[in-house]
T-cell receptor, first 114, second 113 residues
Framework: GNSVTQMEGPVTLSEEAFLTINCTYT??????LFWYVQYPGEGLQLLLK?????DKGSNKGFEATYRKETTSFHLEKGSVQVSDSAVYFC?????????????FGKGTTLSVSS | DAGVIQSPRHEVTEMGQEVTLRCKPI?????LFWYRQTMMRGLELLIY????????DSGMPEDRFSAKMPNASFSTLKIQPSEPRDSAVYFC???????????FGPGTRLLVL
C-alpha cells in the first residue's frame, strides 16, 4: 500500500543553518506530494506541494522537488529562522487509489535556536 | 473565507460523559475529514465524508465514536461514553477533491479526566 517515511526528529539547528528533512514515499500510482507545517498549538497548514515528477514546490523560502526516480520529496531551506520551529509533515495523495485520501508521515519536529 | 471552523477549542470532561465536537468546513468543499492527533500515535484519519456521505470510517477506533454530516456546512464527531484514552487533539479538515489539498481547522483539545 501507499506510505510515507520521514526522518525522525527532533532536528535542532541554529539560526541561519541549512535545513533538510528527508521524505520518501511508496505509491502505486502517480501521487501528488505535500509538505504541511504545524506551529505550536495550531492546526496543519499547507507549506508547499508538487503534483508531478520534477515539479518543485516552494513557499516561504522552503523548497522540495518531486523525484520519481528516488521516490523522494525532501524539504530544504537555505537559512532557517527561529520562527520556523514547528512540526513538518510529508504527505501524499494517490488519485488512482480509490478510497484513500492524504497519507501523512509521522512528522519531524524542528527546533531552531538563536 | 474564514477557513475551517471548529468548536469548542478546548474541552475538559469526566470519564463517561458524552462529548460532541463540531466542524464547519470551507464553503464549496465537498470533502470533510476528521483526524485525531496524539503524541503516541501521531496523526490518524478517523473518517471522511464526500457530499455529506461517510466514505471511509475504518479509522474510527470504537463504537463509542460516531460522526455525522447533516448538511454541507456542518459535521459532528461524538464520543459516548468518553474515556481518558480519548484525550487528544481532534482536527477537522476540508478539501475540494479527495486527493487534493486539505485545509485544517485549529483543532479541539480534548481532555478526559
Amino acid at each position: 500500500g501507499n506510505s510515507v517515511t520521514q526522518m525522525e526528529g527532533p532536528v535542532t539547528l541554529s539560526e541561519e543553518a541549512f535545513l533538510t528533512i528527508n521524505c520518501t514515499y511508496t505509491a502505486t500510482g502517480y501521487p501528488s506530494l505535500f509538505w504541511y507545517v504545524q506551529y505550536p498549538g495550531e492546526g496543519l497548514q499547507l507549506l508547499l506541494k508538487a503534483t508531478k515528477a520534477d515539479d518543485k514546490g516552494s513557499n516561504k523560502g522552503f523548497e522540495a522537488t518531486y523525484r520519481k526516480e528516488t521516490t523522494s520529496f525532501h524539504l530544504e531551506k537555505g537559512s532557517v529562522q527561529v520562527s520556523d520551529s514547528a512540526v513538518y509533515f510529508c504527505a501524499l495523495s494517490d488519485r488512482d487509489q480509490a478510497g484513500t485520501a492524504l497519507i501523512f508521515g509521522k512528522g519531524t519536529t524542528l527546533s531552531v535556536s538563536s | 473565507d474564514a477557513g475551517v471552523i471548529q468548536s469548542p477549542r478546548h474541552e475538559v470532561t469526566e470519564m463517561g460523559q458524552e462529548v460532541t465536537l463540531r466542524c464547519k468546513p470551507i464553503s464549496g468543499h465537498d470533502y470533510l475529514f476528521w483526524y485525531r492527533q496524539t503524541m503516541m500515535r501521531g496523526l490518524e484519519l478517523l473518517i471522511y465524508f464526500n457530499n455529506n456521505v461517510p466514505i471511509d470510517d475504518s479509522g474510527m477506533p470504537e463504537d463509542r465514536f460516531s460522526a455525522k454530516m447533516p448538511n454541507a456546512s456542518f459535521s459532528t464527531l461524538k464520543i459516548q461514553p468518553s474515556e481518558p484514552r480519548d484525550s487528544a487533539v481532534y482536527f477537522c479538515a476540508s478539501s475540494l477533491a479527495r486527493s487534493e489539498t486539505q485545509y485544517f481547522g485549529p483543532g479541539t483539545r480534548l481532555l478526559v479526566l
